[in-house]
């Protein structure tokens, strides 16, 4: 999903043709002094880039193919990384980009526009003032739903069906809250995993940031403060949003968790006092009325070799556990479920108990955060 060179070779061509009809003439080295003190008015613009990973790879990519092009819209590209072997700090050095580090000295009349992506630091107002054109961002939500720093695996594990990518104006020591000046629909496919839409949502990103640099003067012109409503935040993830509160959770709701968090932090639960971690998950399952029908319940299905737990409207299943070690479905009926149950003398299958956590703390989705963020 992430853009390949055929791609970026297409996207060019469609840029140079776009370029033309504007009427946004090629690089030229007649450039006064004077001018450039003020910054440019049009393309090609001097833009320095902010980014750390993939997600920010993605415009910093394109962004390079955008300058190396005969009619490109950059006439020159640098780059500001964090300490540390990271992707954007990587794919700089292997394209011969010039790198600053953290924070940037002497950018004052060197640049006419910024872009930040995936960067995680605030940038103060003497730096923004810098650039004459402000500095960017690329974010990976319809803003102002999802400000913070996970707005991806928030926008999964939350079930949106529709999502986007938005390019606003930074403000100085806050994130997420400025004017917006571009913005694109994306729908979320079904089954969608975190990845896979920050893949997507990472290209889209990429290609609406060129749009924006294409038309930047026009788009700040008619620029929109974000809404008061509907602000929601993705805090950064953690641990605590892996355990599974079965009393609570739907099997649509597990599963939304799952695709969302699964992939680097295993759905958990508590299995005789000890953390367990759930793992390949399968999906929602039928059971018989004769189960136990208690959240927590579970018991281990021969016919798809698979544990099956309760929860609030249904049942789930996962294919392997951890608990010491990894184990199979069988390999945890026969070690463990087994053994902690003694045997009924009813016709009812046995089952065991899965236990949700006390006092998990869910993540918040007001608006009572900006009073931290914004300080």
């Known amino acids: 999903m992430w853009m390949n060179t055929k791609t970026g070779r297409v996207f060019l061509k469609t840029l140079n043709h776009v370029l033309n009809v504007l ?48 009619e490109g819209i950059l006439e020159k590209l640098e ?47 003497g730096l923004i003032d810098k650039f004459p054109f402000g500095i960017l961002n690329v974010h990976p939500s319809l803003l102002p739903r999802w400000r913070g720093p996970a707005p991806v695996f928030h926008t999964i594990m939350h079930g949106d069906t529709v999502t986007g990518v938005t390019i606003i104006q930074i403000l100085p020591n806050k994130f997420d809250v400025g004017p917006i000046l571009n913005q694109e629909l994306h729908q979320v496919p079904k089954n969608c ?16 940031l060129v749009d924006t640099l294409m038309k930047l003067p026009e788009k700040i012109a008619n620029k929109r403060e974000q809404e008061l409503k509907g602000v929601t935040f993705a805090q950064k993830i953690n641990t605590s949003m892996s355990w599974v509160n079965w009393e609570e959770q739907t099997c649509d709701q597990i599963a939304c968790l799952c695709r969302a968090i699964g992939s680097r932090i295993p759905l958990r639960t508590i299995w005789m006092g000890k953390t367990i971690k759930l793992l390949d998950f399968v999906g929602k399952c039928h059971s018989s009325e004769e189960r136990n029908q208690n959240p927590g319940s ?29 184990l199979t479905a069988a390999d945890f009926h026969n070690g463990y479920l087994n053994q902690t149950i003694k045997k009924n003398i009813s016709s009812k299958p046995t089952e065991g108990q899965f236990v949700s956590r006390k006092g998990r703390m869910e993540a918040p989705h007001t608006n009572a955060w900006r009073d931290q963020k914004n300080q």
């Open 298 to 326: 579970v018991y281990y299905d021969k016919d798809s070799n698979t544990l099956a737990v309760c929860c609030k409207d249904g049942w789930v299943a996962f294919r392997t556990v951890l608990l010491n070690k990894r």
């Open 23 to 70: 009427k946004f003439s090629p690089r030229t080295n007649v450039c006064t002094q004077s001018h450039r003190k003020l910054g440019a008015s049009r393309p090609p613009w001097r833009l320095l880039f902010f980014g750390t990973d993939q997600f920010a790879v993605e415009s910093l990519k394109l962004l390079t193919l955008c300058r190396n092009s005969k």
């Open 79 to 125: 780059v500001v990384a964090l300490p540390g072997d990271l992707p954007v700090k990587r794919f700089a050095q292997q394209n011969q980009l010039t790198l600053h580090s953290w924070p940037p000295h002497d950018v004052e009349g060197q640049f006419d526009v910024g872009v930040v992506v995936s960067f995680g630091r605030l940038l103060h107002g």
């Open 193 to 208: 995993t975190a990845e896979e839409l920050g893949a997507a949502l990472a290209t889209k990103g990429a290609h609406l």
